[in-house]
């Protein structure tokens, strides 16, 4: 005998002993032997164990059947199936006994044995027997109606077996469904109720057939009248059947809605509740089906959100006011005298008022209806009388909020910046918001002095909302608004979290409001915010110190003379918050809020202090010693040194100029950008207090942060040395030897570019105007040029990056704005640079460059060399010089207009075979001069233009088209109807360039050509006809830029779009080709790229206008892309992934469609003798499928689904797949959740 199945005999004798005490012992020591995973026990051992615990069950101590059962969990894994077979009969059998106590200890054991059965496929068999044993003998117990707790357990055993298992019960469910059918009809409630939480666990997974089954039967059910009771019954089951089956209940829709319809006028209010509970299911569930449905439930809604028989709103409650306040207390009582225990009517409010609110999440299409039916009616409910009912009222009220500021955050993505008149045209919810606040407030304001902490907590949630919604919109409602604020900062019997919401309500009251709206309140208001910065609960205090942060913002707001006087406050503030900012025994939270709230008193208010700030500054030079508080720190003396006030830093300044420099070589990144804005404060405005010795701790730090490895801590050090180089110019021969050749490798780098660049440029002007004798013009121009005029050779790294090249024009030309006595001899040097053959390719193209930069900014004139230069720079055989010249030619005409650009169109006509560098150049000149100097030539231009634009070369197409939608631009009023002319008349080639043109005219900035391509756009997205496959390629890669920058312009016009889009999705024979290569067939489809520009349009609607989409049909071409060549599979892949979070309950609707096509390219495996490009190609293919997968195992409700769980199983399985899967959980951050829906323990 093993020692395991001895230490295991010795247990069982002892569970055999009459002390109660030695079998508790020895049932725990079991219990924990079988959680260990290294036990294995053998036939015998199993089979006395199992029947020892089955013994114990009926033990006469409830704690050793307790242990018994927790006993059950590990041994299911740890035996073989006939063991666990007679585990669920003996339990089976149990739970029918007559002896209560068995009964329920069984039960228990029977939802722990549930609870751990195996839902790998290796484990399904087990499962999948145990379930039927388990289901025959429960359906069995079901049937017994003379004892209700039978039932009961069965019914309850159930829904937890199918609620986990439902997949292996498939061939159950119709027997199960016959048997839970009749339990409808029990006269117990408990039953019925049981029966209804059974049924809806059977739902997601039951075949179609059968939920069709359920419906009918029902419905017939309902059709006969039954008796209330019976009533409820059911369209409480229609309810959880259609939140549990969702979509599935859509079909159905148009004979359920009549039915509960009718049932809302029956006198009972459970009835109605339930019905409204039916409604809210629909509408979360089936949208798109609902939709005829809605106006009628909304009218229900709106009427039974006021069904209040028992009790008479007073009418006159607004008028009197005043007498309110006084009465408060009467008025309470009466209140209590109407609160009848036996009124349901709050039922049915609730119920109607969640309706509406699942109406209004789902419904976005439908928010400015929802502003003239439903805003003001709930308004009117905001007096609703039960506590309950009033929270969902606000709740209801707060989604149309947050509903409002998503629609609005749509349109102000296109109209952000353009004039006032069009912002409003395309914010109509908002508009209708605005006027709504007046009512919003009258409604809120007396609630916000209730007794009831729920009543105010809800005020403030919503006012919250809507001072996010529209900021500034509660300006003139303030004076209202304050003694609510004030009421429940003051209220002793007011909780923490009552105040803490109060405080950070007030706080988005004072960042989304103008500071005059608070200044003259400011007495009221101060008082109980340094009240609560008393109070002994740590976040009561961190809140208010952030408010008086905002309001000491408000006393004398930076930059706009103010005729408040913040002086009689200056004391009272400053005193409360250095008793907090002194205290070192306090929260962390609060030490930070207090260090930055004095440091805002400070810096707004410091003249009103004098000798304190002094104190306040040693502090704080404490505080920047401290590695907790630094960073906090930091940011408050880069505050103060910036404040218009001009404080005295002077004593602290040499000690915190060591410290900081300390900082610069810390690792925590936050930190250092925090010092060198700090640094960079202190040498702009407080110089003239530092020595220059003490720089030295800062100066050493500098050279190692200038490195392309963090741009942004570069561009940060380089804006502080700019400032030294301003204020100490004795400092720059120290440092240049040290930071300068970083700073050159920077400006090689091909990394570099945006306001890096801008800094560097800045930086080296300063350099050059210190006149500093080390750091001169012609040294620095050496130290730029010096690396292009080295051979080239990939040996030692030395080839230049292309960027680099710009970035050193850019500097070359900084460099001579800052010195332009130079500038004619550096001129003269590139030309040379350029004529001479002998010079390397390198830097010719930078002569030509920098010619272009010192060009732009006008300081070359008309000089009729440079153009020479250039003309013959485009007869090089070097494709990198010409590319330099076409730039240069361009930089040149955009200083110098006049003498350049007629050179340019001239060029253009007579150099056929130059055409396209030529036309580079005018892009640019195009693309960069303002409107104004480009008018007077735009009349010639169009018309070389026009010329041109049906050139056979694509390349050259494609820029005459740029170079049409940006001049385009400059008078749209005028171009734009002779762009659509040129539409009806030209050839193919002519309206493929056309409708690239458009393109280039849809910026995703507001421009003045936006409402006049609105009027237009429909036009020119006609050509999504077009006979030509390329013009409707062009227009589908117009129409994607469109949807991507300025979806605004299409919305109105997918009705009529969209079908000609889905239309070009579809794979056509009549494109697809043989063509033979050598001995090989090769098959061509011309029509791919077409697809595959409407399935990008398709990926940009999602974001975009997916309000205007209509998801299911959406996903049939989606589940088509699924099946298609690579490339679009990749991109369904990525649309599915989207989809998966957008609208989860479409895609479940379509889940069993889905599951295939991405099971087969999960499951695909390349052919043995195939090339490494396919490898790879298939390897990324399925990776990218496996996202899909991933973001669908995510969604809770996915494996219910029994394709899909079956699919999930063969990931676990397959090691190959589980390998792919777990990188991609792992390595894109796919969550917790999605890991967990996929049970991989």
Known sequence: MSSVSYHISNLLEKMTSTDKDFRFMATNDLMLELQKDSIKLDEDSERRVVTMLLKLLEDKNGEVQNLAVKCLAPLVSKVKEPQVETMVDVLCSNMTSDKEQLRDISSMGLKTVIAELPLTSSGLTLTGSVCKKITSQLIGAMGKHDDVSVQLEALDILSDMLGR????????????????????????MAVRKRSILALGHLVPCCSPALFSQLTEHLMKELAKGPPTSMTRTYIQCLATISRQGGHRVGEHLEKLIPMVVKFTGVEDDELREYCFQAFEAFIRRCPKEMSPHIATVTQLCLKYMTFDPNYNYDDNEEEDEDRMDIDDELEEESDDEYSDDDDMSWKVRRSSIKCLEALISTRLDLLLSFYSSICPALLARFKEREENVRADVFTAFSTLLRQTRVASSRHSL?????????????????????????????????????????????????????????????????????????????????????????????????????????????????????????????????????????????????????????????????????????????????????????????????????????????????RLKNEITRLTAVRTITLIAASPLKIDMSPILPEALSVLGSFLRKNQRALKLGTLACLTALVTHHAASIKPAALEPVLSELPTLVDESDM????????????????????????????????????????????????????????????????????????????????????????????????????VAALSSASPKETPGTVAGFIQQVKNPGSPDSARVLALLCLGEVGRKGSLGGSKEVQGVILEAFSSTSEEVKTAASCALGSMAVGCLSDYLPFLLK??????????????????????????????????VWALLFQNCECQEEGTRNLVAECLGKLTLVNPAALLPRLKQQLKTGSPLARSTVVTAIKFTIVDHPAPVDSLLKDCIGDFLKTLQDEDINVRRIALVMFNSAAHNKPSLIRGLLGRVLPHLYKETQIRKD?????????????????????????????????????????????????????????????????????????????????????????????????????????????????????AVAALLAVPEVERSPSMAEFANQIKTSTDMASIYQSIKGGEGGGIGATESMDMS
């Open 1071 to 1187: 494109l697809i080709r043989e063509v033979e290569m050598g001995p090989f067939k090769h098959t061509v489809d011309d029509g791919l790229d077409v697809r595959k520009a409407a399935f990008e349009c398709m990926y940009s609607l999602l974001d975009s206008c997916l309000e205007g989409l209509d998801i299911l049909q959406f996903l049939d071409h989606v589940e088509e892309g699924l099946k298609d060549h690579y490339d679009i599979r990749m991109l369904t892949f990525l649309m599915l992934a989207r989809l998966v979070s957008l609208c989860p309950a479409a895609v479940l609707q379509r889940l069993d469609r889905l599951v295939e096509p991405l099971k087969a390219t999960v499951t695909t495996k390349v052919k043995a003798g195939s090339v490494k490009q396919e490898f790879e190609k298939q390897e990324e293919l399925r990776r990218s499928a496996m996202r």
């Open 414 to 622: 296109i109209v952000s910046g353009s004039d006032p008149g069009v912002r409003r045209e395309e914010e109509p919810a908002v508009a209708l918001l605005k006027k709504q606040v007046p009512a919003t407030v009258k409604a809120l304001h007396r609630q916000l002095k209730e007794k009831s902490i729920k009543s105010r907590q809800g005020c403030f949630c919503l006012l919250t909302e809507l001072a996010h919604t529209v900021p500034g919109a509660l300006e003139e409602h303030i004076p209202a608004l304050i003694p609510g604020i004030v009421f429940s900062l003051t209220d002793k019997s007011t909780l923490s979290t009552m105040r803490i919401d109060a405080l950070s309500f007030f706080n988005v009251l004072l960042l989304s409001h103008p500071p005059q709206a608070f200044q003259p309140h400011m007495q009221v208001l101060l008082p109980p915010v340094i009240a609560c910065i008393e109070d002994t609960f740590y976040k009561i205090t961190s809140e208010a110190l952030l408010v008086i942060q905002h309001l000491v913002k408000v006393m004398r707001p930076q930059g706009q003379a103010g005729g408040f006087d913040p002086k009689p406050f200056v004391k009272e503030v400053f005193s409360v918050t250095m008793k907090r900012l002194k205290a070192t025994d306090i929260d962390q939270e609060v030490k930070e809020r207090a260090i930055s709230c004095m440091g805002h008193i400070v810096c707004h208010l410091g003249d009103h202090l004098r000798a304190e700030v002094q104190a306040v500054l040693a502090i704080f030079l404490e």
């Open 165 to 188: 298992l439902s997949g292996a019960l498939v061939s159950f469910h119709s027997s199960l469904l016959s048997s839970l059918l009749p339990q409808l009809t029990s006269p117990r």
């Open 712 to 811: 942004h801590v570069s561009q940060v050090s380089i804006t502080l040395l700019t400032g030294m180089a301003k204020a100490y110019p004795s400092t720059l021969a120290k440092i240049s030897s040290s930071v300068l050749p970083g700073v050159f490798r920077l400006i090689h780098s091909p990394l570099l570019q945006g306001s890096t660049l801008e800094a560097i440029l800045e930086y080296l002007q300063a350099l050059v105007l210190s006149k500093t004798s080390n750091l001169s013009y012609s040294q620095l121009l050496k130290s730029l040029m010096e690396p292009f005029h080295r051979p080239q050779s990939s040996a030692d790294g030395s080839i230049v990056h292309r960027q680099s090249y710009h970035s050193v024009a850019r500097c």
């Open 907 to 940: 060029e253009i006509s007579a150099q056929p075979r130059r055409q396209y560098l030529l036309l580079h150049s005018l892009k640019e000149v195009i693309s960069v001069c303002p409107a104004s100097s480009l008018s007077p030539h735009v009349e010639s």
